[in-house]
């Protein structure tokens, strides 16, 4: 089969290479569509170690070839790439995303930029017609945002009564996801931040209420919530100064998450807010099998919207200058999506 293989960092071969045999705990799925992300590029560049060689791509969509009891042969699936033992402490707890013999698919074992890839049944989910092929990849993005969510008690039974207000500090891929999925999870406000005008039009065409520019969204934020400041704010863009943003406009009491992944060892923050503020920090990773099916049906019913996030369709031949691009943040881009 046809596959991008990143023999070390910043070494990307188009190669044919023996299709991956499953086992009979396995399926075999024909790739129609991966997504790319900061992950990949971090493992391109050496940032973040991978098992070289490694087929990179960890969002994945495509066809089943094989029965696997979720469908006929052909029918559509979308991959869980986070795999996981099944009998430590953690996956038996359900914390199955911080299993410590576990791996991800696309960074320990072969991924998606190939003709074919192999998952344990347990982590293949069938797809709803109505859901484009193009932009199933970026359902596994919103699994993570979900779980996040989740962790934070966003929209759970009993979370704030009387209506809250959320701040979505980025308005990336994830951070848009993050808006969107905070209104359908019954946010009365949702504020969008970020310095990118076409960013920030993004969101409001999805249903955003307000945004701000980065520059002075503390005071935006404290403007639009009467002086009380955000109930949630969500820090997706692992910037360590938008912590400190995020401290500045949390109410007393309030929940922070932080979604952007912070590889940071130090940093000036407000430790007297944190201390006066009390609010709860939350810090999520990943998702668990638990965040797929409904990150499915959220598409699905239309309550969550993909087709506007995806801005580029590259065949997967074009995987290096698809990274080039997320080197870069432009306005114009956002999702990029591979196409076999």
Known sequence: MK???????????????????????????RVSHSGICGTDLKIFTGAMPAAYPIIMGHEITGEVVS?????????????????????????????????????????????????????????VYPLPATIESHTVPLIQVLTTVLHAQRRAGIGAPGFLHGGFSVAVIGLGVSGQLHAQLAKARGADTVIGISRSGWKRSIAERLGVDRTCSSDGAVASVMAATEGRGADVVIESTGVVASIADAIAMVRPGGTIVLFGIHTASEGALPFYQLYYKEP?????????????????????????????????????????????????????????????
């Not at 023999?7 to 799925?29: G, H, I, K, M, Y």
């Open 3 to 29: 596959a991008v293989v990143l023999r070390s960092a910043f070494d990307l071969a188009s190669c044919d290479v023996a299709a991956p045999q499953p086992t009979p705990e396995q399926l075999l799925v």
């Open 67 to 123: 029965d696997v009891g979720v469908g006929t042969p052909g029918g559509r699936v979308l991959v869980d790439p986070v795999l996981f033992c099944g009998s430590c402490g953690h996956c038996q707890a359900g914390r199955t995303h911080l299993c410590a013999n576990g791996a991800v698919i696309g960074r320990e074992v072969n991924g998606g930029f190939a003709d074919y890839v192999i998952a344990p049944r347990s982590h």
């Open 280 to 340: 709860t920090i939350i810090s999520a990773r990943a998702a668990t099998p638990d965040d797929f099916p409904e990150s499915i049906d959220l598409v699905a019913t239309g309550r969550v919207t993909l087709s506007p996030l995806v801005t580029h369709v590259l065949p997967i031949s074009d995987l290096r200058q698809a990274l080039g691009m997320l080197e870069q943040d432009a306005d114009g881009r956002m999702k990029i999506i591979l196409e076999n």
